[in-house]
């Protein structure tokens, strides 16, 4: 069993920076591939970035490459994604995710454990 609270969203204008938290429960966090996801209103849940057990091997969408990253401290079963040049776009709700697996997962189904979530505003 993983517990997720993700921390760190809030409002920022456009071209800002945030960076987002996860903190996670359980012995298990080291062997789990870890995502980040988001949602915005009136939309699916949308893949944003995942990271395998290691931290050695990280994906992103296409949406997000070169201004988003995805990083995890096993020692503090902590993950983080660094979100630079924020745009309109990038408003939502983000959630961190876990998955029974060790490399990077970037659909959303084997994602077995999710957290609250944190909302994401960018102002123009």
């Known amino acids: 069993q993983v517990q997720l609270v993700e921390s760190g969203g809030g409002l920022v204008q456009a071209g800002g920076s945030l960076r987002l938290s996860c903190a996670a429960s359980g012995r298990s966090f080291r062997t789990y591939a870890m995502g980040w996801f988001r949602q915005a209103p009136g939309q699916e849940t949308e893949f944003v970035a995942s990271i395998n057990w290691s931290g050695g091997s990280t994906g992103y969408s296409d949406s997000v490459k070169g201004r988003f990253t995805i990083s995890r401290d096993n020692d503090k079963n902590t993950l983080h994604l660094q979100m630079n040049s924020l745009k309109p776009d990038d408003t939502a709700v983000y959630y961190c995710?876990?998955?029974?697996?060790?490399?990077?997962?970037?659909?959303?189904?084997?994602?077995?454990?999710w957290g609250q979530g944190t909302q994401v505003t960018v102002s123009s």
């Open positions: 995710a876990a998955a029974n697996r060790g490399w990077v997962t970037t659909t959303r189904s084997p994602y077995n454990y």
